[in-house]
């Protein structure tokens, strides 16, 4: 084997084969996010982090505060104008428009909090509540962040239009009283990817299976039966084992109506033929000859089903025409075919 091996450098193997530990080699390539040479993208200076959208670094390194604010939210002109737009989406009832109208207050008010929110809804008369509810995240790469960027809370906050609920299937983990859900919105968050990596090996975020510490897992596989020969580790179209007849003595052959054996391992059964060039003994798909037409209607070669079929139609005019030729000579004049044809109209046409 030529070249040198991507994980230790040496060579006569490659890096799947490598038994050597890695070994760090200078990176002569181009940044993929800043285009500069020197560097890897995941090292770049100018790197926006997904997680903080700080600079500098990536987010499975990221030990900032996360920034939870939704993207393409509109820029208000002051906090004011964001309370009136949140007024409004409120008083109007549109779940949607308030949600979106709550981010952009949040994101020109940083320092409010969600008790702060919560209060302020309530001596204003809102129609939505922020419910603090116990309910755990969907996975392990989700977390609850609060308005400051802080993970890891204990309840989830949803947006709701009354404090108690109003069915008994989300009665579950709903707070109590008003006062309990306060007591909870202090630690309570929104449900958010945390972006950081996620190893399947050992099931722990931070980093990813190749880089895993931890003996590999082994995953089972499901287990394989035959149904031809009933052995395990193969499937029935790799069986090395004749076919078994299924249903025993009784199955019908549809082909012979015989007993004892199905219709592709019938005996009388008729070759195979090539629908390619019509030789016995093998498909058109394995077929190396160069392609013969063969009619359908008088199973000769050379011309195909249309081409009998067209050939026809005109013996057949020209009978027509040779016997319109001869009644004219014995009867006269007499009207054409065309005028001959049953008209498509009843009635005359215009």
């Given at each position: 084997?030529?070249?040198?091996?991507?994980?230790?450098?040496?060579?006569?193997?490659?890096?799947?084969?490598?038994?050597?530990?890695?070994?760090?080699?200078?990176?002569?390539?181009?940044?993929?996010?800043?285009?500069?040479?020197?560097?890897?993208?995941?090292?770049?200076?100018?790197?926006?982090?997904?997680?903080?959208?700080?600079?500098?670094?990536?987010?499975?390194?990221?030990?900032?505060?996360?920034?939870?604010?939704?993207?393409?939210?509109?820029?208000?002109?002051?906090?004011?104008?964001?309370?009136?737009?949140l007024v409004n989406a409120d008083?109007?009832?549109?779940?949607?428009?308030?949600?979106?109208?709550?981010?952009?207050?949040?994101?020109?008010?940083?320092?409010?909090?969600?008790?702060?929110?919560?209060?302020?809804?309530?001596?204003?008369?809102?129609?939505?509540?922020?419910?603090?509810?116990?309910?755990?995240?969907?996975?392990?790469?989700?977390?609850?962040?609060?308005?400051?960027?802080?993970?890891?809370?204990?309840?989830?906050?949803?947006?709701?239009?009354?404090?108690?609920?109003?069915?008994?299937?989300?009665?579950?983990?709903?707070?109590?009283?008003?006062?309990?859900?306060?007591?909870?919105?202090q630690d309570a968050g929104f449900?958010?990817?945390?972006?950081?990596?996620?190893?399947?090996?050992?099931?722990?975020?931070?980093?990813?299976?190749?880089?895993?510490?931890?003996?590999?897992?082994?995953?089972?596989?499901?287990?394989?039966?035959?149904?031809?020969?009933?052995a395990d580790g193969h499937y029935?179209?790799?069986?090395?084992?004749?076919?078994?007849?299924?249903?025993?003595?009784?199955?019908?052959?549809?082909?012979?109506?015989?007993?004892?054996?199905?219709?592709?391992?019938?005996?009388?059964?008729?070759?195979?033929?090539?629908?390619?060039?019509?030789?016995?003994?093998?498909?058109?798909?394995?077929?190396?000859?160069?392609?013969?037409?063969?009619?359908?209607?008088?199973?000769?070669?050379?011309?195909?089903?249309?081409?009998?079929?067209?050939?026809?139609?005109?013996?057949?005019?020209?009978?027509?025409?040779?016997?319109?030729?001869?009644?004219?000579?014995?009867?006269?004049?007499?009207?054409?075919?065309?005028?001959?044809?049953?008209?498509?109209?009843?009635?005359?046409?215009?």
């Amino acid at each position: 084997m030529s070249g040198e091996c991507f994980n230790c450098g040496e060579t006569g193997h490659n890096k799947a084969d490598c038994p050597n530990p890695a070994v760090e080699r200078a990176f002569t390539g181009t940044c993929r996010s800043c285009g500069d040479e020197g560097h890897r993208s995941s090292g770049c200076p100018l790197a926006v982090c997904k997680r903080c959208s700080g600079t500098g670094h990536s987010a499975a390194s990221c030990e900032e505060r996360m920034n939870i604010y939704p993207d393409n939210l509109p820029t208000p002109a002051d906090a004011d104008e964001a309370w009136d737009k949140l007024v409004n989406a409120d008083t109007n009832d549109d779940v949607d428009d308030f949600i979106q109208a709550f981010w952009v207050y949040c994101k020109v008010a940083p320092e409010l909090t969600l008790v702060q929110l919560e209060e302020c809804f309530r001596e204003t008369g809102f129609v939505y509540y922020l419910i603090a509810k116990e309910q755990t995240v969907s996975s392990k790469v989700h977390t609850n962040v609060d308005l400051q960027g802080n993970p890891d809370k204990t309840y989830q906050i949803s947006f709701q239009k009354t404090s108690k609920p109003r069915r008994a299937i989300l009665a579950e983990g709903w707070p109590k009283t008003p006062q309990e859900n306060l007591e909870r919105l202090q630690d309570a968050g929104f449900s958010v990817d945390n972006l950081k990596p996620y190893c399947r090996n050992c099931e722990q975020v931070g980093h990813i299976n190749k880089n895993c510490t931890q003996e590999p897992q082994v995953v089972e596989k499901p287990k394989v039966t035959c149904s031809n020969c009933s052995a395990d580790g193969h499937y029935v179209r790799d069986c090395p084992e004749p076919r078994a007849v299924r249903g025993g003595g009784d199955v019908e052959c549809k082909h012979c109506s015989g007993l004892g054996h199905m219709a592709r391992d019938c005996p009388t059964k008729p070759a195979q033929v090539c629908h390619n060039c019509w030789e016995e003994g093998h498909r058109s798909s394995d077929c190396v000859n160069e392609r013969v037409v063969k009619c359908r209607n008088c199973d000769k070669t050379g011309h195909s089903s249309r081409q009998h079929y067209l050939s026809q139609l005109r013996a057949y005019r020209s009978f027509l025409q040779g016997l319109h030729r001869a009644q004219e000579l014995v009867e006269g004049p007499v009207p054409s075919l065309q005028q001959l044809r049953p008209r498509r109209w009843s009635l005359p046409r215009p």
